[in-house]
């Protein structure tokens, strides 16, 4: 009990640095993905591209790929309530109609009013 | 509290302290990413609500201060890194090195935050009864800052916008409200995150940390990545809205 064993993952500099140089080759993906005209894929690209970003930073920089399954459950709740959150109030706002027949408050904006799902 | 050395009383092992410590610390960061999920989700609705207005403000933001933060960041995870790093294998003096390091890429994030901000307070974009869109392109003399081309492209950008959205000034106000509220939330963070650091800085010149006991650095690095993570997904989601025109 009093000799402790030291088991803990340690990540290795040269993993940081492979690390470090894809974050700042995605940044500069994005900024050029931004320059194209995707139409509606531009913010598709842009939030891919800073999914994958978050996820290196969470699995290496915060060592959560070497980390106890107890904490890596804590992660994957997280990520699956903030989903809730983001799917089940934009699905509501998308889909809305009142029974006047008034469409969802999430229309958008254009020059003759405001049309849904444009 | 009873305590031996490193160890607390209330743990069997050095490994199951550091556990609990890193268990505690990611479920007080699900809070903070429900606590931006919140914003985001405002400003997913707003933004397409009223996408020409927000593509508008976006455009008028300055994309390379944003990028060079954006670098800035990303580099100052990699010294925090590189500190928790330090600390594991017990290089004493190199922990804070890298903290120090760490630090002085928060202040350069500060000081090109202070300019574009200021940028934003001289071009009338700060939500409030001087807000203006237009400012710029019926003020050129003031905005000595911004190159006449791209004033031209910015006053053609504005003609589109206007058309297909009449009331384009309050709601690039909106878009302003989000770029104010998530920038400065995410700045708040990184002040309580330099404070953190200057604090771990102190301990570390101590001598405090060694490979059997380097809790706080470990904690406190979790809490700087998850600020360069809300990071990552601002610059897209304010800087890159509509700028293949």
């Known amino acids: 009990m009093s000799e402790q064993v030291h088991t803990e993952h340690i990540v290795q500099p040269r993993t940081y640095l492979a690390i470090i140089l894809t974050l700042l080759t995605l940044t500069g993906l994005t900024v050029y993905a931004a320059y194209i005209n995707l139409g509606k894929f531009n913010i598709v690209v842009a939030l891919a591209i800073a999914t994958l970003k978050a996820t290196l930073v969470v699995l290496f920089f915060m060592h959560a790929k070497y980390t106890q399954r107890r904490t890596q459950l804590v992660i994957i709740a997280g990520i699956f309530w903030l989903a809730i959150l983001l799917f089940m109030t934009l699905s509501d706002y998308v889909s809305r109609i009142d029974y006047r027949g008034v469409r969802s408050p999430i229309s958008r904006v254009t020059s003759r009013g405001t049309c849904p799902f444009s | 509290m009873h305590r031996t050395e490193e160890l607390y009383g209330q743990f069997r092992t050095l490994e199951q302290q550091k556990d609990s410590a890193s268990l505690g ?58 500190a928790v790093w330090s600390s594991q294998v ?33 071009h009338r974009l700060v939500p409030g009864r001087n807000f203006d869109i237009t400012y710029c ?33 309050s709601h690039a106000q909106l878009y302003y409200s989000a770029y104010f509220g998530m920038t400065g939330l995410h700045a708040l963070h990184m002040v309580i995150g330099a404070g953190l650091l200057l604090w771990l800085l102190r301990q570390s010149f101590a001598g405090r940390f060694t490979p059997q006991w380097n809790t706080p650095v470990d904690i406190v690095g979790l809490y700087w990545h998850f600020v360069d993570i809300v990071w990552i997904y601002l610059f897209p989601l304010l800087y890159l809205i509509d700028r293949h025109k």
């Not at chain 2, 954006?70 to 925090?80: D, H, N, P, Y």
């Not at chain 2, 901000?117 to 001289?122: E, I, M, N, S």
């Open chain 2, 137 to 169: 392109v019926n003020n050129p003399s003031n905005c000595e800052d911004v190159k006449p081309e791209e004033l031209a492209v910015e006053r053609k950008e504005i003609a589109e916008a206007q058309a297909a959205d009449p009331d384009l000034n």
């Open chain 2, 25 to 82: 610390m990611w479920i007080f960061l699900v809070t903070e990413v429900m606590f931006f999920g919140g914003i985001m989700l405002a400003y997913a609705i707003n933004r397409h609500t009223y996408f020409h207005a927000f593509a508008m403000g976006s455009n008028t933001l300055d994309l390379k201060l944003g990028g060079i933060n954006t670098v800035v960041l990303l580099a100052s995870s990699f010294t925090m890194a590189m």
């Open chain 2, 90 to 122: 017990g290089k004493k003096p190199l922990i804070s090195v890298f903290l120090t390091l760490t630090i002085i890429l928060g202040f350069v994030f500060f000081g090109v935050k202070y300019i574009e901000y200021a940028q934003k307070f001289h």
